[in-house]
């Protein structure tokens, strides 16, 4: 069993930047791939970025592409989100999900494990 926490989120200006950080329970962090997934009102959840435990190899959706960017500390049980350039469409809720293994989905169904997600609200 994995417990997800996010935190780091707020109100930010556009243009501005926002870091997030999920802090999962358990000893066995680094053989989880981590995600960040995002859900604007009346919108589904969409993925917005993962990272793999064992290699820390990246994916990220093609709408923060070069504006977030994603990385993980195993030693703190921490997976981070960096977002600069904000836009107004960034505005969501960012869930932080956990999926036990070496594969890395960018789909809600591949993940097991949700935080109960926090608030970004891009002003413009």
């Known amino acids: 069993q994995v417990q997800l926490v996010e935190s780091g989120g707020g109100l930010v200006q556009a243009g501005g930047s926002l870091r997030l950080s999920c802090v999962a329970s358990?000893?066995?962090?680094?053989?989880?791939?981590m995600g960040w997934f995002r859900q604007a009102p009346g919108k589904e959840r969409e993925f917005v970025a993962a990272i793999s435990g064992y290699t820390g190899n990246t994916r990220l959706a093609d709408s923060v592409s070069g504006r977030f960017s994603i990385s993980r500390d195993n030693a703190k049980n921490t997976v981070y989100l960096q977002m600069n350039i904000l836009k107004s469409e960034d505005t969501a809720v960012y869930y932080c999900?956990?999926?036990?293994?070496?594969?890395?989905?960018?789909?809600?169904?591949?993940?097991?494990?949700w935080g109960p997600g926090t608030q970004i609200t891009v002003s413009s």
């Open positions: 358990g000893r066995t962090f680094s053989g989880y791939a």
């Open positions: 999900s956990a999926r036990a293994g070496v594969i890395v989905p960018t789909t809600t169904s591949g993940y097991g494990y």
